[in-house]
């Protein structure tokens, strides 16, 4: 579901100072642009640089991936690619490692996992005590 009305004006003044007369209309051909850019992309590929390749907002193309079924299997797709691309990236230092486990963290759904194997055997005691 777009989250901007009908007859929204939004982003009206800056589409007319770029010389865009009109607002860009989404085209099935984008999903394979998108994932063209992220595969030939000579850096680390995001979709806010894809966005500003064809003229929009990360915004317009969240909305068109929650609008269009065969756009979001490419914009998955992209996140495989770019998710790839920095664990490839970072394992070859090519990235800063506190950036890259940043980005990882907060786009990809990753995170740090600590185990601990608690029980007495080990050493490890645990108390519990209620306060009244």
Sequence with gaps: MSKFKKGNT???ET???NGNTKAVKYCPEYGEQMISYFKTYEGFPTFELFA????????TLLNWRDKYPRFRNCYARCKNIQK???IEGAMA????????KFIAINNHDMKDKV???INKEN????????IK
């Excluded at 230092?93 to 890259?100: C, H, I, L, Q, S």
Aim: charged share 25%.
């Design 10 to 12: 939004v982003g009206e």
């Design 15 to 17: 589409r007319f100072q």
């Design 115 to 117: 185990e601990a194997d």
């Design 84 to 86: 790839g691309n920095l």
């Design 52 to 59: 500003e390749n064809i003229g929009v907002t990360n915004d």
């Design 93 to 100: 230092e090519k990235y800063n490692p506190t950036f890259a």
């Design 123 to 130: 050493g490890y005691e645990v108390n519990i005590h209620v």
